[in-house]
């Protein structure tokens, strides 16, 4: 078996934080929404970011406001505070990452976003790589970030995730209305790609609405990496993305 053979990234839908339903109190990011995304044959896509402690949770937003009944930000509470939290309209509290590998098992694939605040603080990454390193099952690792798959790049066999493949989240445009934490260089760097020789990611994903665009394909059709699209919400948008992308990160209908 080739260790290098990522065609499991590709290989069926992936369930954009999960295959969630808040109709059905089934929240973005839990322990419930992967199990459905397991049950109807998807992989899933995760967020994960530090907490006070130096923990990992499984949680997009930087703030709870939205999604619990607390408010605060999540960098500033324990992961045993997170993990007593109530998922809003739910009964799945915060889960931590190693609590959602658990629940997951190896059953389908994970693709994990580390958040950043873009500052040059790799810890998130590293604490990632430790959790992975324990972990059997398929799971791509991605960030918009190139700072921390630049230090995962670097360090993959010392950590132990060397047959992980690491990858970009990407978009055409970073404005500053978006993206304000960036610098000037930083935007430059991400709009024009300058991140790739540190980077040198195994897969790209790629926002759908900016497709088509010359990254995404000179990556796929130049260097033959894997290019999977977000977040694709309708029947139509799937079929855009499927001219230009090797599978897509959904949410809101299936596929």
Not at 64 to 87: F, I, K, P, Q
């Amino acid at each position: 078996m080739n260790p290098r053979d990522f065609s499991w990234l590709t290989a069926r839908p992936i369930a954009h934080r999960g295959l969630h339903d808040a109709r059905k109190g089934v929240i973005e990011n839990s322990i419930s929404a992967a199990r459905a995304a397991i049950a109807a044959g998807f992989g899933v896509e995760c967020d994960v970011q530090l907490t006070a402690d130096g923990e990992l949770v499984v949680f997009h937003d930087e703030t709870l406001e939205r999604l619990t009944e607390s408010a605060g930000a999540v960098a500033m509470r324990s992961a045993n505070e997170l993990s007593r939290l109530r998922l809003r309209g739910a009964s799945d509290a915060i889960p931590t990452f190693s609590e959602f590998l658990a629940a997951i098992g190896g059953r389908t694939p994970i693709i994990v976003e580390i958040k950043s605040a873009f500052d040059g603080d790799t810890a998130a990454a590293q604490r990632t790589a430790q959790t992975l390193a324990r972990y059997e099952g398929p799971v791509a690792v991605e960030s918009f970030d190139p700072d921390q798959i630049a230090f995962l790049r670097a360090r993959a066999a010392a950590l132990g995730i060397a047959h992980r493949p690491l990858g970009i989240v990407g978009e055409a445009h970073y404005d500053a209305d978006d993206w304000p934490q960036l610098s000037t260089a930083q935007r430059a760097e991400l709009t024009h790609f300058l991140h790739y020789q540190r980077t040198r990611p195994d897969f790209l994903s790629w926002r759908v609405r900016d497709l088509p665009h010359a990254i995404p394909l000179l990556l796929r059709d130049a260097l033959k990496i894997p290019v999977t699209t977000w977040t694709v919400r309708s029947p139509e948008m799937a079929a855009r993305a499927a001219e230009w992308t090797d599978q897509i990160v959904f949410e809101g209908f299936s596929p």
